[in-house]
């Protein structure tokens, strides 16, 4: 069975740094696109970041492109979001998900999900 597991978040006072960590279990992802999403209490889930199988091409929503850096290990399944200078609007439960192909920015296009983190960034 596909499991996507995600770790890493926690609470942290602004401008902290977090790195949350999503490990596919099951069968390899060989050939998916992995991304990050968030959803906070009360708003729609929405894009945060998104890499290419091979780790060599991302994308990034605007209001953390300065801030979120995604990277992918060598063997290719294990994803990470890397969030520095985080703000109390980056509050959510973050999740990962995969897609086979190429990436994308709309929830529809993926076919696997975690069960999320929880980031809380406040004082």
């Known amino acids: 069975q596909v499991q996507l597991v995600e770790s890493g978040g926690a609470l942290v006072q602004p401008g902290g740094s977090l790195r949350l960590i999503c490990a596919p279990s099951?069968?390899?992802?060989?050939?998916?696109?992995m991304a990050w999403f968030r959803q906070a209490p009360g708003k729609e889930r929405e894009f945060v970041a998104a890499?290419?199988?091979?780790?060599?091409?991302?994308d990034s929503a605007d209001s953390v492109k300065a801030r979120f850096t995604i990277s992918r290990a060598d063997t290719g399944n294990t994803v990470y979001l890397q969030m520095n200078n985080l703000k109390p609007e980056d509050t959510a439960v973050y999740y990962c998900?995969?897609?086979?192909?190429?990436?994308?920015?709309?929830?529809?296009?993926?076919?696997?999900w975690g069960q999320g983190t929880q980031v809380t960034v406040g004082s």
């Open positions: 099951g069968p390899t992802f060989t050939g998916y696109a």
């Open positions: 890499i290419t199988w091979a780790g060599y091409r991302t």
């Open positions: 998900a995969a897609k086979s192909g190429y990436f994308s920015r709309s929830i529809p296009d993926y076919e696997y």
